[in-house]
């Protein structure tokens, strides 16, 4: 059961076994606590740095596991089934901060922050989403005004992860004119002038950190920007095109539990003289998304394999993402009805699975953004 293994090396199952161990022994038996109370558990994310699952992309040069990013979509894959929101810290420190660093990031900003973001000890945000600009990227509005041989960033970000956690920021901010090529990206440490804002309360992902970040008159020095100035956008796009596969590894992470919860639960419950489990009106739909789960979570590897042959993998990652999210909430909606009205309590994890998978069609483009992507690559230009 579980993750299929025909295609994985030996360093992959053991690093899936370890992730998989750390969450049954860490996460699983403390997850629905954490996430009745919003608690975000900070230890467990510094222990997953420790254990070198926070960021296992960050090469052995800078001090990280150097494994590749199938290693990476199963490691978030095992935590996910655990805990959602104990999945995110993952994907945003290996997938959204130490990415970009090591696709733009000279080498005095790789070695300031890769060997201390692979280890956990410090934690990184990424700053791309404002309140008026989401989807529509290219219409940020944070600005970064030149100061001496720095820059000055002011404006406000929303629907930060990790935003509150982070000593280490990616903020994209305009430093030109209006439009996709006025962005610049930045790396930088807090300063004065970063103003992190109060928790979102929102509909699942009780266990991580969502914040606004404002900066007024943050100053940032030189050394700061992240790759050419007027490349923030193509920067902050290739990155979620990454980030986007480990979005579907969450999801599959999400779907593996609900049906797992589906079965054992169908298995144990009697009804009309016997288990729920040899009723089809309950096998059915479980097997549905069980044969789903297995070609979402075979796109996520292949997408992660394109990306580890460093071929083109923006359509592919969309794909997987678009297939795995619409899993993620088909399966935890089966698991919620097997379950019937113990499915609807709190005192099950199901209904905690439909909070959770919903982020997944949202969060680093929504599935109408991951059905953008798909149509320019069939299309080219005539769908722009
Ligand atoms: C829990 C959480 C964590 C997040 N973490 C981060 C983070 O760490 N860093 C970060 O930068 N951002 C983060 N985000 C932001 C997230 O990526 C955005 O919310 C998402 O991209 C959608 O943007 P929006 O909310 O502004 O929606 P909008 O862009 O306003 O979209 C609203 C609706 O319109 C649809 N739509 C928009 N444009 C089109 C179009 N061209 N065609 C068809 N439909 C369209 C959308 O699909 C959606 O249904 C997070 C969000 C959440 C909820």
Redesign the pocket.
Known sequence: MGTMTAALTDAHMEVQALAREFAAAEIAPRAADWNARTHVPVDVIRRMGELGLLAPTIPERYGGPGLDATALCLIVEEIARADAGLA?PIA?QAG?VASPLLRAGTDAQKEEWLPRLATGEVLG?????EPD????TAALRTRAEPDGDGWQITGA???????ALAEVFIIFARTGGEGARGISAFITGPADGLLVGREIP?LG?HT?S?VELSFDAMPVGPEARLGPEGEGLKLALATLDGGRITVAAQACGIAQAAIDLAVSYASGRDAFGGPIARFQGVQFPIADVAARLDAARLLTHHAAGLRDAGKPHGPAGAKAKLVASAVAVAAADVAVQTLGGYGYSAEYAAERLYRDAK?TE????????QR?VIARDLFGDAAR
Do not use: R
């Open positions: 995110v945003v959204l945000c990424y700053a791309l989403t600009a989401g989807s529509d970000k929303q629907w930060i992860s990790n935003g929102k992902l991580s969502t982020i949202i969060y680093e483009g929504t599935s109408q953004i953008l």
